[in-house]
């Protein structure tokens, strides 16, 4: 989820500002941007089982699971704990580590679950 670049970014940035001098807005911005980008790292969680994830998703963070690509599954969870499949990422071929989070099956992808509002 972190880029790189981004991170690169804010440090040149907020270094460069340091030299120029007094733009305190624009480096206050830049420290809260990095401020949410840790917020993020830290909602993001992988949950091998039901339980864990019940628990991960009551405290309302983005929780990894290893899913079979069954759609009943995913309506299986949804159900069980109010937390939806929102998709897995097209970015990164990420692999499975483990079996299916509810069924037990073979996974066969990462999946990403958040609470349904
Ligand atoms: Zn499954």
């Not at 340091?18 to 206050?28: A, F, P, Q, S, Y």
């Not at 420290?31 to 628990?55: F, G, H, R, T």
């Not at 995913?74 to 580590?97: C, F, H, L, Q």
Request: include cysteine; glycine fraction near 4%.
């Amino acid at each position: 989820m972190i880029i790189d670049d981004d991170e690169d970014f804010a440090f040149a940035a907020a270094t460069a500002l340091r030299h120029i001098g007094h733009d305190v807005k624009i480096e206050l911005d830049i420290l809260s941007a990095e401020k949410s980008k840790n917020k993020l790292d830290s909602l993001l969680v992988d949950a091998y089982d039901m339980d864990q994830l019940k628990v991960y998703m009551d405290a309302r963070m983005i929780v990894r699971v290893n899913w079979c690509g069954d759609p009943d599954c995913a309506y299986n969870i949804k159900d069980m704990v109010s937390g939806e499949i929102r998709g897995t990422r097209w970015d990164v071929n990420e692999e499975p580590t483990n079996v299916c989070v509810l069924c037990r099956d073979e996974a066969k992808y990462l999946a990403y679950v958040s609470r349904t509002y």
